[in-house]
């Protein structure tokens, strides 16, 4: 059974930074592509970032600001977000899938229960 688990949403300031974390269980982050999408109040689930093998993939809206990561030892997969502005705050949902990365959330048959970040201004 794949569970993923995120964790370290919280509420910060615009220009600080938090650290995301989905733990996966069920399945080995070092060989299926894990994303990243996020969904604000009343707006449709959109794409971040994702990894697969030594590739990722960012939204350009946050290029530059956020980096995804994995440990292989930990089974896990983070999100590290800099200079974060209002208009990310969402809740953020680990994804994954096999085969190679996509940004369609369609894709993706595994998710877990979302973590939230807001940012202020």
């Known amino acids: 059974q794949v569970q993923l688990v995120e964790s370290g949403g919280g509420l910060v300031q615009a220009g600080g930074s938090l650290r995301l974390s989905c733990a996966a269980s069920g399945l080995p982050v070092s060989t299926y592509t894990m994303a990243w999408f996020r969904q604000a109040p009343g707006k449709e689930r959109q794409f971040v970032a994702t990894?697969?093998?030594?590739?990722?993939s960012y939204v350009d809206s946050v290029k530059g600001r956020f980096t995804i990561s994995r440990d292989n030892a930990k089974n896990t997969v983070y999100l590290q977000m800099n200079s974060l502005k209002p208009e990310d705050t969402a809740v953020y949902y680990c994804?994954?899938?096999?085969?190679?990365?996509?940004?369609?959330?369609?894709?993706?048959?595994?998710w877990g229960q979302g973590t939230q970040v807001t940012v202020s201004s």
């Open positions: 994804a994954s899938k096999s085969g190679v990365l996509r940004s369609l959330a369609a894709e993706y048959p595994y």
């Open positions: 990894i697969s093998g030594s590739v990722t």
